[in-house]
């Protein structure tokens, strides 16, 4: 299922982890804290580059039916 959202987001010229990362910044107030897992100095530049970015909504919205078979699954 991530998988298929990465592709999906990748297919409308975006990201999964860009997409997460504002998110998680920027749709809910109760997400106080988010840790960034950049592998290298240009992964954490361009996710910090988006921060100011509004997050698409649209895309946030499939992105979340993708992964809704397997929403509060553990």
Do not use: W
Request: negative net charge.
């Amino acid at each position: 299922v991530a998988q298929q959202a990465a592709d999906y987001c990748k297919s409308k010229g975006s990201n999964l982890a860009k997409l997460a990362f504002q998110y998680s910044t920027q749709s809910t107030k109760d997400i106080t804290s988010t840790l960034i897992g950049a592998r290298n100095v240009n992964e954490m530049e361009e996710l910090l580059s988006c921060y100011n970015e509004q997050i698409d909504k649209e895309l946030l919205k499939d992105v979340e039916e993708i992964f809704k078979p397997v929403h509060n699954q553990t």
